[in-house]
């Protein structure tokens, strides 16, 4: 009997056949299943069940049916339905979305039974279970902690062990560490895609874990947090990272400004009240090398799809002076002499670090004064779009991949579409330059928005724009649109490839308390023989540091001179 590659497949597509009976009336079991979809999107579970019992009752073959039948059951409290539907869902796989509550890739199906379990005072079951989600590379294993079931069913050190928290009593710091290196090297292999693709062999991963396991009693606590980012930014694939602050030990620090790397250099682009005069400052030399030699040793933690995130992330990792130290950029002490120049004359400043709060990746902030360029406008809104009739154009700009309760994505690109009819414009512009990703799982109705103005104006033109933060769930729907719309991009290559090791697998070390990230899926948004390293722009535009501090936007500035050469 044939069987399936199970590092790929968590079922066996060989031990099922097609249902061969007739399904009564086609157009009914239809009309029931949208109602019952319609019923699970609204919460209306009590409704919802009778549906789906009859629609897996009459087809069998459903995986997305037995799987809103399993998630419904869970809302009910009916344990042993809900284990029952949610194993042939698993059996079959299952595939829908905007469904509150769940979502239906297999390991969460996993520990969706796991917690049926848990309800039911099976704690055997449950481990069981969430250990085969564990296996295949469930993603959110911090966050297992919101789960009450499981909570309640097992022991403290059995919970603990399960969202990889255990640590023993009295553990002293060395072996605390330890712990932490430990875990960290088990959820790589838990965790990565591809552990046989990374860009060292498991013998050289050994040995430097062997080499930080024997350094740990003479680092400090920040200095085996490098080691780890080290090791992390060694795998390779930009989703390979961790968050070096909101740790019980081996925080690091971040200086008050905020470096952008312009085509013309480093600048400063933001800073606290105290230090906002530094804003517009060009960085000469950081502690004792030249600002692009820093830039450039940061590439040591720097785990990246392409070179483009070195230009995006690397003045994020030069704020960090608990790095700067490690990578013999600054001196320790008790603060990092900078090296600025600003209008033909130099200044030297010493700058301490401060505690901070992961809030995201840095994006270019707006300027500090009243009137913004329209690409800076409303940088902090999830979605937005601006009629420009001189343009004979809407612009959309798309700044994360999320959306509003109020208004979901789906809802706003409904509106586009209207703006489309009522206005009659010739040209769409959407921005994703901001874009660092986010739930892809949302992104079709805007899509749906391309494909439709490209029908409804076969004339018309689309222009995107993109660049070094061009990434993840935001990087896919530019990659689908350059496969499958004719649309113009403008401005810098992409951060990442078209077809790239991402996804963003979490993790929690039990002795620090540091968070991070591990690539845990593959994602082919191209041609499987796509190799592509970015996504190239059709009109290449890169910005100065003069022309972002003038607030003018050169990207904008050249769809304007195609549209008016029309």
């Known amino acids: 009997m044939l069987a399936q590659d199970s590092a790929l497949w968590t079922n066996d597509a060989f031990v099922h056949d097609a249902q061969r009976e007739l399904v009564n009336d086609g157009a009914a079991y239809f009309a029931m299943r949208e109602e019952a979809i319609s019923l699970v999107r609204a919460e209306n579970w009590a409704e919802a069940k009778p549906l789906l019992e009859s629609l897996t009752s009459q087809y069998a073959d459903d995986g997305n049916t037995w799987y809103l039948l399993g998630l419904t059951c869970l809302q009910t409290g009916d344990w042993t339905d809900a284990i029952s539907a949610m194993e042939k869902a698993l059996s079959l796989g299952a595939s829908i979305h905007a469904i509150p ?24 079951n449950a481990l069981v279970w969430a250990d085969k989600a564990l296996a295949a590379r469930y993603d959110d294993r911090p966050f297992l902690g919101g789960r009450p079931h499981l909570a309640n069913a097992l022991t403290e050190e059995q919970y603990q062990r399960l969202l990889g928290t255990y640590l023993p009593a009295n553990i002293s710091r060395d ?23 990374l860009p060292m062999s498991s013998e050289e991963i050994a040995q430097r874990v062997a080499e930080i396991d024997a350094e740990i009693p003479s680092l400090s606590d920040q200095q085996v947090v490098f080691r780890f980012m080290e090791l992390v930014g060694a795998l390779g694939s930009g989703h390979n990272l961790i968050l070096p602050t909101g740790a019980a030990h081996g925080s690091f620090t971040r200086l008050p400004l905020e470096f952008y790397w312009f085509v013309d250099g480093l600048y400063v682009v933001g800073a606290n009240e105290e230090h906002k005069r530094w804003v517009g400052y060009r960085v000469e030399q950081i502690g004792n090398v030249s600002a692009t030699e820093a830039l450039e040793r940061t590439q040591a933690v720097n785990a990246r799809d392409n ?4 230009l995006w992330l690397a003045p994020y990792y ?83 991949v999320q959306e509003y309760e109020q208004q979901n994505l789906a809802s706003f690109s409904r509106s586009l579409i209207e703006s489309i009819e009522s206005t009659g414009a010739n040209n769409l512009i959407l921005d994703l330059r901001h874009n660092q990703g986010g739930n892809g799982a949302i992104l079709p109705p805007l899509f749906r928005v391309l494909s439709y103005f490209e029908g409804a104006r076969p004339k018309g033109r689309i222009f995107v724009i993109a660049g070094r933060g061009t990434f993840s769930a935001a990087h896919n729907l530019l990659t689908d649109i350059d496969l499958h719309t004719n649309a113009i991009i403008v401005g810098e290559p992409s951060g990442s490839r078209p077809n790239a090791i991402s996804e963003a697998g979490w993790f929690q070390l ?53 549209i008016a050469a029309d």
């Not at 840095?362 to 009243?370: F, M």
């Not at 845990?520 to 722009?537: C, K, L, V």
């Open 175 to 197: 072996e605390g560490w330890r712990s932490d290196l430990r875990t960290l090297v088990s959820e790589i292999a838990r965790l990565h895609v591809a552990p046989s693709k």
């Open 307 to 310: 070179n483009m995130q070195k």
């Open 510 to 562: 039990p002795y620090s308390g540091l968070r991070g990230l591990i690539s845990s899926q593959f994602h082919q948004r191209s041609e499987a023989e796509d190799h592509r390293i970015w996504i190239a722009p059709d009109v290449p535009v890169v910005m100065t540091s003069a022309e972002y501090f003038a607030g003018t936007d050169p990207a904008m500035e050249a769809i304007e001179r195609i």
């Open 318 to 400: 030069v704020s960090l002076p608990e790095l700067l130290v490690s990578l013999g950029i600054a001196n320790s002490g008790p603060g990092v002499d900078l090296s600025l120049s600003h209008e033909g004359e130099k200044y030297q400043l010493s700058l301490s670090g401060t505690d901070w709060n992961f809030t995201g990746f840095p994006r270019l902030p707006s300027l500090d004064r009243e009137a913004q360029p329209l690409y800076l406008s409303h940088r902090d809104r999830l979605y937005w779009s601006e009629t420009l009739p001189e343009h004979d154009a809407i612009f959309v700009q798309f700044n994360w």
């Open 101 to 124: 509550t769940g979502s239906p890739p297999s390991n969460d199906i996993m520990v969706r039974i796991a917690e049926a379990y848990a309800a039911m005072g099976d704690s055997e």
